[in-house]
């Protein structure tokens, strides 16, 4: 078991070690990500490539790509994604660190008004990251629009020291003894501090030299396609996840004999019992499960995204609902079930050789990022009531709630069974 | 987060402040316990005084007693308690150490046959102990007389290296960052290794000189009576536990504000939210409840011991059935319910400062360890059957199982309801 210093150092040499063979072997972006995959231990570079870089290729202009993304690729600045605060989870909207306009100077003062509006768990923050897209309540002429994205340099690019105004920090130990212990998740403050303009995220909207708040034409429905994209992903990694903890149990149970020997004979496999059996088997059919699920989940962004840039905005609800049922579904069930494998492994699955304690810790958040899985299904079932509501005033349903068109037909339908005998 | 082997060393510097302050007060063995359980951190003590002290008093003849718990009581020895095997858990009677009798040089031989046979998990093994209280089978006169306790000097009282033919060692990382990562469950291999005859524990049965096995007329079911006491220790225990994730969560619950604002308004606590409600409360009533069913128990226990002494072995089956239901029952839902209170802080919960993330990689082992929980369930299926098929016999089951008897009767019952719609 290393120390934390240790743990973050090896991370750190991983991560440059990655870095090195992905450039001299000039890989793709895909072949990249597969590297960093295969690296398979949480770092600062997952916030860098996975959400500091498509945050400002989604929602910054296409002069704001120009001139933030070849350092990005270059690894001149590193960023990590400063949304969560100290108080704010879920509640995206109600985020409390604010980005004032100075038309006086034409900068933004970035700034955190209340212990709450610390932003709180930004993986790479801690230590690593130079820059953050920040997002801030943007006020303008007196007025607050709501959240935004900003770019804001953290640290020196020459001594990596806080810049002022500005207060870091690594937030502590986390679940595991690995796990998310090598992500300097961390802690953000800023008093006053001054950015250009130019660094707020402009391609949805903007604010003019003068102070006033404009929307661009591109449609804000855009965003929600990416929160999709990352929702997807997060279901393909439960199968992988999840097929893991199963590989270890099944075999662990093909070896491992226990009880059932007659006069001093072999012992049974532990593979043999029904208890084992019961409990293993329906988590080693949903390891399949849920990579068919992700497959056509993978199918679903690309398709709503293909509508999307048709501006045809008609399935993304469903496509939304469906992602963040399918989210909380297989993150609970796979964190749940990596548990059951380790237990079905007896004492030996609570060793850490076993792979299953830090298997289980490292994939445990994923029940609470991207959306925690109770207000997911809490959306889902608003997004299914509305759908019902809307079907009485003839709207037809489409997707994988398209049956509810049939409601008419449905309501009609008889059980042949009107005992209880049968 | 510290090293494993700061971790360790942190453990005995507590164990012996400890130590130092139940001498200096003087304290009872009552109040000793107590102090050791504030010292909150799994340590080799705990199975120097939980389990080889008790397995010499319950196990061991008045001289074995007179010889070697003064030694134990005064740290002069360190004990610990290797039943375990790599290949063997629930099955003790499946255990393949060998214990063999020399009438030649009036020893035991103390050998490993096999890797499987490995002594594997036992706590305090892997770097403290100078004593075990091993578990192997007896052989003498070219007969297997099954599994009985032997104690085995480990290490050096001058030095503290193994011994010869010994073979020690710590079986590494386990589950969490602290959580048992400061116990040293250890590994043990014997090659031939010599011990005195009455170095057996010879309260129950005993080998002559010339090497018979005899029985004593000491009843057997005195060994069911510990383990009673034992499991009604754990369920006890998981009320503690649980107490203290569910004051964790609803504090947190209590504090912790998301959504509902109205017009930038103060937000909601998330107490007053239903999902929370419903999934917080049932866990801080159980709680309560698994204190009650722990009272309980060990007016149980207190009753099955003086029966037991008075030769009355009636209830035993019965209370038996109860500690291995109710241990299986209380420790499951404990770490699932912490598990779900981690949860129910959101993020926050996966930070090691919310306190929820040790307690749940040390308590739950619990599910696993003197009993694991399946195999309990089966237990209790097992002695409901063979309870039902008595009753048929005419014999009168006692206790909460008493109901049974009654069984002409409840047959006959019948429900009021008798549609779908009542």
Request: proline residues 4%; charged residues 20%.
């Amino acid at each position: 078991m290393l120390s934390r210093k240790e743990l973050f150092k090896d991370t750190l040499k991983k991560a440059a070690h990655a870095w090195k063979r992905i450039v001299e072997l000039r890989l793709t972006e895909e072949e990249a990500n597969l590297l960093r995959l295969y690296v398979d231990q949480p770092g600062y570079v997952d916030l860098h490539w996975g959400m500091f870089v498509p945050a400002i290729k989604g929602q910054g202009t296409e002069e704001q790509q120009k001139k933030w993304l070849p350092m990005a690729y270059k690894f001149q600045i590193i960023g990590c994604y400063a949304q969560t605060e100290l108080g704010h989870g879920s509640n995206v909207q109600g985020l409390e660190t604010t980005a004032t306009f100075d038309p006086s100077t034409d900068e933004f003062v970035m700034h955190s008004p209340t212990l709450t509006s610390s932003k709180w768990w930004p993986g790479g923050l801690g230590k690593a990251s130079t820059h953050a897209v920040v997002y801030a309540r943007l006020i303008t002429e007196g007025k607050d629009y709501g959240i935004h994205g900003f770019i804001v340099q953290l640290r020196s690019l020459d001594d990596h020291s806080p810049l002022p105004g500005i207060t870091l920090g690594d937030i502590g130990g986390k679940f595991g003894s690995g796990a998310y212990n090598s992500m300097d998740n961390g802690v953000l403050r800023f008093d006053h501090v001054r950015i250009p303009r130019d660094q707020m995220l402009m391609r949805l909207s903007q604010v003019t030299r003068e102070g006033k708040y404009v929307h661009s034409d591109v449609p804000k429905q855009l965003l929600y396609g990416t929160m999709v994209y990352v929702r997807q992903t997060i279901v393909a990694d439960a199968s992988k996840a999840l097929s893991r903890a199963v590989c270890i149990a099944v075999r662990y149970s093909a070896i491992r004999k226990q009880f059932g020997s007659q006069a001093g004979g072999p012992e049974t496999q532990v593979l043999n019992y029904k208890t084992q059996q019961s409990r293993l088997f329906p988590l080693l059919a949903s390891a399949y499960a849920y990579r068919f699920v992700g497959q056509w989940l993978k199918w679903l962004y690309t398709d709503v995204t293909q509508k999307l840039e048709a501006k045809d905005y008609s399935t993304l609800p469903e496509a939304h609902a469906c992602t963040a049922g399918l989210k909380s579904v297989t993150t609970s069930a796979t964190a749940d079930a990596i548990e059951e494998c380790r237990k079905l492994c007896g004492g030996h699955g609570y060793l850490n050789s076993s792979g299953l304690p830090e298997l289980f810790a490292v994939y445990v958040p994923a029940c609470t990022y991207e959306g925690d899985n109770v207000v997911l299904l809490l959306q889902v079932a608003r997004f299914l009531m509305k759908t019902v509501a809307q079907v009485a005033t003839g709207k037809q349903p489409v997707g994988t709630i398209a049956y509810m068109g049939n409601i008419q037909h449905l309501m009609q339908c008889k059980s042949a069974v009107n005992t209880v005998r049968s």
